[in-house]
Structures are given as C-alpha cells and as structure tokens.
C-alpha cells in the first residue's frame, strides 16, 4: 500500500533534523509544501550559513539557556523561500516538533495557513495552538498514519 504524503513529509522531516547543528536544543526538521504536496522549502535546526557550527565550536547561550547562534528549522525553511524569491502565503508547514513561540509569530507573519507536527515541544503548546487558531491557522498533531485536529 502506498504510504501517505504526510507519513513521506514525517521521513524526510526525521532525516532533516539528522543534519541539526545545534545540539543545545531539540533536533528539529521542517517543511513547507504546497496545496499539491510539492515541497516548496526545506530547514533544519543550526547555524546560519557560513558560521561555525555548534556542534564543532560549542553553543553561545543567553540567560534562557537558548543558542543565539542557531536558528531554528521553521525559519530556516521560512528564509530559504526568502533566498529563492518564492512567497510564503498559504504554503503549509510540517515539523517533527510543534514550532516555539518566536517561530509560530514568524510562520503567521509569513502567512503559512496550516500547521502540522509530531511531538510537542516546550511549554507553550497550548498558546500555539490558541494563537494560530485565532490567526485561522489550522494545527494538526500527525500521529504516524493519520493526522488528527
């Protein structure tokens, strides 16, 4: 039987994070894909282009204990539609983690209308949720074979 797009979105998303640079935080992958399934973008958890990376030369961290070297695989995906000139507006996201604070506002300024995820991460998700929701932002939890609201 053939597997569904959103169970191929979850295999290249788990490979994605695999290249993850930052190991301070979780490793996290994302996708942006359209209305047809295309996949528009990709990101992953790390260091921004050209900067060394985390893994080799240790993380910078604030007062929170976050990485102020990383950027996180949401806004990667997010500035790698920047870098090729592709709008962002109703593309779709799928991560393996449910995006933090700082990503969900980027991903509504960028007008990403439907979000789904594997795991839940940090304890904002229920603020998440309610914001995008608010926002008319559709937010799905995959769970292996189906995604469920």
């Not at 929170?64 to 949401?74: F, K, L, Q, Y």
């Not at 790698?80 to 109703?90: D, F």
């Not at 304890?123 to 469920?148: E, M, P, Q, W």
């Amino acid at each position: 039987m053939r597997q569904s797009m959103y169970y191929t979105f979850s295999e290249i998303a788990e490979s994605l994070a695999k290249r993850s640079t930052c190991s301070a935080r979780a490793a996290v992958g994302a996708i942006l894909f359209d209305d047809d399934n295309r996949i528009i973008a990709t990101g992953y958890n790390g260091s921004p282009r050209g900067f060394p990376h985390c893994d080799d030369e240790g993380c910078k961290l604030d007062a929170d204990n976050h990485c102020i070297n990383s950027i996180h695989a949401e806004e990667n995906a997010l500035l790698q539609c920047a870098y090729i000139g592709r709008s962002t507006k109703g593309l779709m996201l799928f991560s393996t983690h449910i995006p933090c604070w700082r990503c969900t506002l980027r991903l509504i300024q960028a007008g990403i209308k439907r979000i789904v995820y594997e795991k839940e991460y940090g304890s904002a998700v229920k603020d998440t949720i309610n914001v995008c929701n608010s926002f008319g932002i559709l937010v799905d939890k995959f769970h292996g074979r189906s995604v469920y609201k």
